[in-house]
């Protein structure tokens, strides 16, 4: 795992099989986004079984292969879509096209599994709630700053037994690291990545929903820029946004490229959860001029303070909740009107930003 490049980060998990091998089967197709080594790993701690992966890059596929050998090569993306037995299909395709792919997975009969940001238009997000509406699959979407991290799980095991009250406010800051020089094209077109609320912003957003237990959100204000990177006019390297719940609860979020070498990590990724009785602060990737790692928990409430280190003891239970979710139909792991309302506020966070020139 590559803690210190965001677009290679792949959490690994402890193997917690809900299935046994060959009950539940799934495929890779898009392989831009090297997200889809986390949610792979995922989906096989979960007991699940991978069986094929396409690309139209073979160099793409190659390395895939050496991590996943049990991943066959498909010919064709037709291929997959086309097998009986491949019931998920998981995608890290470009930004712009993943709500596409999904529509195509769905109307093969298959549920959907995308890296965030899961789309970057609302004509996407109308068209991706009809192919839901008309096949019945899923289009799920793996937010991973906060499924695959353990502080933030354990956070909301936290909020769930009521250790700090009603939430009242979620503050999210989300630095990355830019490293341009190893970027695709595309992640610099605003066409194809969508912005940066609508990309890294979208786990902020999700996260806000997810502690709040808000179910929609107005966009109070937002904004965007390009401080120092003119050699990308399409590229916001700063963006924050300031949102209020329809359950009262409020958030603000920022999110930047601006992580500094001399960080031994990605991003200094923090969380602060105010409630009526207490308050929890999340530093998710390490603890600052601190050794070890990170998914460090405080948290302070009526009687007392305390610290939890979460690395290597609450795992990630998303995936088994999803894996049996496909098979059941259920929405355990997150409902799909969490997974739109979600994608939906990241891109109107984008279109109403104002640019900071």
Wanted: with cysteine; aromatic share 10%; net charge negative.
């Amino acid at each position: 795992m590559n803690k210190g490049d965001g677009m290679n980060y792949a959490p690994v998990g402890k193997p917690d099989p809900v299935v046994k091998p060959g009950e539940f089967v799934f495929a890779a197709i898009g392989l831009d986004h090297g997200h889809i080594y986390g949610m792979t790993n995922g989906l096989l701690e979960a007991g699940a079984t991978l069986k094929w992966v396409y690309d139209p890059d073979p160099e793409k596929v190659a390395a895939y292969r050496k991590a996943y050998p049990q991943a066959a090569a498909a010919d064709s993306e037709a291929r997959i879509l086309e097998d009986p037995e491949v019931k998920l299909v998981a995608g890290a395709c470009v930004t712009g096209d993943r709500a596409a792919l999904g529509i195509r997975v769905m109307k093969a009969g298959k549920d959907y599994f995308t890296d965030k940001a899961p789309l970057i238009s609302l004509e996407q997000l109308d068209a991706a709630k009809a192919a839901v509406r008309e096949t019945g699959r899923k289009y799920m979407v793996c937010f991973s700053e906060r499924l695959q991290s353990e502080s933030a799980v354990y956070a909301g095991q936290l909020i769930e037994q009521g250790a700090i009250g009603r939430v009242l406010q979620v503050l999210g800051m989300g630095p990355h690291r830019l490293n341009a020089s190893s970027r695709p094209a595309w992640f610099f077109e605003r066409a194809r990545y969508g912005g940066i609320l609508c990309d890294i912003g979208s786990h902020q957003i999700e996260q806000f929903l997810y502690y709040t237990g808000a179910t929609d959100a107005k966009i109070i204000a937002s904004k965007i820029a390009n401080y120092n990177h003119p050699e990308y006019p399409e590229l916001d390297d700063f963006g924050d946004a300031t949102l209020v719940g329809n359950n009262g609860a409020t958030g603000y979020f920022r999110v930047d490229w601006f992580t500094p070498d001399g960080l031994r990590t990605w991003g200094d990724g923090r969380t602060f959860i105010l409630g009526t009785e207490g308050y929890i602060e999340l530093r998710k990737y390490l603890d600052v001029t601190r050794e070890g790692g990170g998914d460090h928990v405080f948290w302070v409430d009526n009687k007392g303070e305390h610290y939890f280190d979460a690395a290597g003891k609450v795992g990630f239970p998303y995936f088994g909740k999803l894996v049996l979710d496909c098979i059941n139909r259920t929405e355990n792991a997150m409902t799909q009107e969490h997974a739109f309302k979600a994608a939906e506020l990241c891109v109107r966070a984008q279109l109403q930003a104002v640019k900071v020139e």
